[in-house]
T-cell receptor, first 113, second 111 residues
Framework: KAGVTQTPRYLIKTRGQQVTLSCSPI?????VSWYQQTPGQGLQFLFE???????NKGNFPGRFSGRQFSNSRSEMNVSTLELGDSALYLC????????????FGSGTQLSVL | GEDVEQSLFLSVREGDSSVINCTYT??????LYWYKQEPGAGLQLLTY?????DMKQDQRLTVLLNKKDKHLSLRIADTQTGDSAIYFC???????????FGTGTRLKVLA
């Protein structure tokens, strides 16, 4: 069974641009959650989707948004990029999202110049 | 509030035991997890414990939970160089879909 796939692996953008990251969960998994990882802050929860609905949201500004498609694939979008958005963005999937183990992708490393 | 704290670094010699500690604040947390992150990779679940348990052992890994002090620890017996990684503890309360992760402990194993 293929694992969680995130694309692209690396991204370099400049301030003010926008970016879209993609995540394909493990086949059969319906819950997808996103995390931002930085050296100083650790892992911060962004949001979680289940069956195309956002079920939970972290404390990030509205510039961070996401969606989930009917095939459970998910995208997250960051608009008007800031230098502080440079981070590793991790996607995790699970079967139902409740009482479940998370399976992580390798992440997308975003650098904002 | 929600906060999970871990020490940032731990260095041990190969063959020794490693103990990574974590404190959490949400007393309603039902599930507590330990994840491992190797360089350039995502997080991998190592083990987890339910809040009604005090201890769980899985091969070289032993998890101890002190609910009164809200303290969780991960002991790795016979630590190997391949255990060098960042270890995250995480909590989740009943009825929530949000995991709260600690800042991670970087374990360095010296040969």
């Amino acid at each position: 069974k293929a694992g969680v796939t995130q694309t692209p692996r690396y991204l370099i953008k400049t301030r003010g641009q926008q970016v879209t990251l993609s995540c394909s969960p493990i086949s059969g998994h319906r819950s997808v959650s996103w995390y931002q990882q930085t050296p100083g802050q650790g892992l911060q929860f962004l949001f979680e989707y289940f069956s195309e609905t956002q079920r939970n949201k972290g404390n990030f500004p509205g510039r961070f948004s996401g969606r989930q498609f009917s095939n459970s694939r998910s995208e997250m979008n960051v608009s008007t990029l800031e230098l502080g958005d440079s981070a590793l963005y991790l996607c995790a999937s699970s079967l139902q999202g409740m009482n479940e183990k998370l399976f992580f992708g390798s992440g997308t490393q975003l650098s904002v110049l | 509030g929600e906060d999970v704290e871990q020490s940032l670094f731990l260095s041990v010699r190969e063959g020794d035991s490693s103990v990574i500690n974590c404190t959490y604040t949400d007393s309603s947390s039902t599930y507590l997890y330990w994840y491992k992150q190797e360089p350039g990779a995502g997080l991998q679940l190592l083990t987890y414990i339910f809040s009604n348990m005090d201890m769980k052992q899985d091969q070289r890994l032993t998890v101890l939970l002190n609910k009164k002090d809200k303290h969780l620890s991960l002991r790795i017996a016979d630590t190997q160089t391949g255990d060098s990684a960042i270890y995250f503890c995480a909590e989740r309360g009943t009825g929530t879909y949000k995991y709260i992760f600690g800042t991670g402990t970087r374990l360095k194993v010296l040969a």
